[in-house]
């Protein structure tokens, strides 16, 4: 066993109490793979400045009390007000269960279908997927059928709530751009209630020949929870994908992001910003395979950090042998608005082919005492110069966002986040 292994008897409890439809047989699989290797720990390179003891802890509280299901009943108005803010088509994914969303397939070649109903049994190729497919109530696909447009925003709410007691909750879904597709999504994680959680959730996105997804997540859980959060992206010929992540809550949180680039002329972009304050940690991994060329990645990350926290940002892109005509760029800039905050910063490029273009960099500083001087001088006070400042150094992520119609919700959710950095609530 590991130091963050889980009990046996209590985890195989959980997994039979599970619904018996088609991944019984799956969940068995996943748990004898999870038992083996439990959580991923600090000797591991990947996860060598992130601790998930704590996870394993309220995973093990919540095994102890016996694995409830954390009533959904609470989580109403938090899912009404997000409604209400972003007028989308929304899928609501509650507790881990599929809640509300699935009339939605219709004539306009969007199919929508849960895991069970497709006999699709998800994989588990990493320790945390391994918990997820043991864990999973069912999983939801959706399909994008071969030439069409599906111009209105498909939105993936997975909100999640403890209020007594704590909770885990798993979530997994399957995204298919068939030949000739383009589409839109938002995936928007937020949670309520007092009692520690942990989310852990898993999302695959594949495009075919020529096929276009524009892509946001959205990550507002309140500031006591934790989550890990996985994406895989796979890209064939000619295909392209927008991506934007945005980290503003968790008390604990870590996103990988895989992109597999398996076409020719395919072309990624991917930008993210992380704000974190008071006791906060949020750990962003990236990595893009280019196992073809010629193909394009772009990636760049902001990170805005007050008070005593810690933010890791590692991005990786490889470049198989044969991948000539790769053009991969990345980027990290990060923004220290206390001395207590730490950023752990690595980019990395593995190059293995001759005829690319290849570049990385990142950085790291406080605020210029020029410009805050020179803001001041015009009437500005001190909190209203820095949030002026720390505002401007987000917005070209916020403004870049692939979907224009989130913009104006990011932007308070931006704003909300730097005022409680600047005000001195998170010094």
Request: aromatic content about 4%; charged content about 25%.
């Amino acid at each position: 066993m590991t130091a963050l292994a889980l009990p046996d008897k209590a985890l195989a409890t959980a997994v039979q109490k599970l619904p018996d439809n088609a991944l019984a047989a799956n969940r068995q699989a996943a748990l004898a793979r999870f038992l083996e290797r439990g959580f991923p720990t600090t000797r591991l390179e990947d996860w060598k400045y992130t601790d998930l003891a704590a996870v394993a802890d309220i995973s093990q509280r919540w095994l102890e009390n016996g694995a409830p299901v954390p009533s959904s009943a609470s989580i109403g108005d938090r899912v009404a007000a997000i409604r209400a803010a972003i007028d989308i088509d929304w899928i609501v994914i509650s507790n881990g269960a599929i809640a509300d969303g699935m009339d939605l397939a219709g004539d306009d070649g969007l199919s929508v279908a849960t895991f069970s109903e497709l006999a699709h049994a998800p994989g588990f190729e990493h320790p945390l997927a391994d918990l997820n497919a043991a864990l999973l109530p069912d999983g939801l696909h959706i399909r994008v059928r071969a030439g069409t447009h599906h111009d209105r925003p498909l939105g993936l709410l997975i909100v999640d709530g403890a209020d007594s007691q704590p909770g885990v909750a798993q979530a997994r879904v399957c995204i298919e751009l068939e030949e000739g597709s383009k589409a839109q999504f938002v995936e928007y994680h937020a949670s309520i209630g007092e009692a520690d959680h942990y989310a852990n959730s898993i999302v695959e996105l594949s495009l075919a020949r020529g096929a276009s997804a524009d892509y946001v997540r959205i990550q507002g859980r309140d500031g006591h929870h934790t989550q890990t959060h996985r994406t895989t992206i796979t890209l064939q010929d000619a295909s392209t994908v927008r991506y934007s992540g945005f980290d503003l809550g968790g008390q604990l949180v870590r996103n990988d992001l895989d992109i597999d680039i398996a076409g020719k002329e395919a072309n990624v972009v991917v930008a993210g910003l992380y704000i974190a304050g008071e006791g906060q940690h949020i750990d962003n991994h990236v990595r893009i395979d280019h196992r073809v060329g010629p193909a394009r990645s772009e990636q760049e990350y902001r990170g805005i950090l007050g008070g005593r926290c810690r933010c890791v940002w590692n991005g990786k892109a490889i470049v198989r042998p044969g991948a000539d005509g790769t053009d991969a760029e990345q980027a990290n800039h990060n923004l220290l608005l206390s001395e207590r905050s730490e950023i752990d910063a690595k980019p990395e490029l593995e190059i293995y082919a001759d005829e690319v273009k290849c570049s990385h960099g990142t950085t790291v500083g406080q605020i210029d005492e020029a410009a805050l001087f020179y803001l001041r001088s015009r009437g500005l006070d001190k909190q209203d110069a820095m949030r002026t400042l720390t505002r401007a150094f987000g917005a070209s992520i916020v403004s870049h966002s692939p979907i224009a119609v989130l913009t104006d919700h990011l932007t308070e959710m931006v704003e909300g986040r730097l005022s409680e950095l600047t005000d001195g609530g998170d010094e």
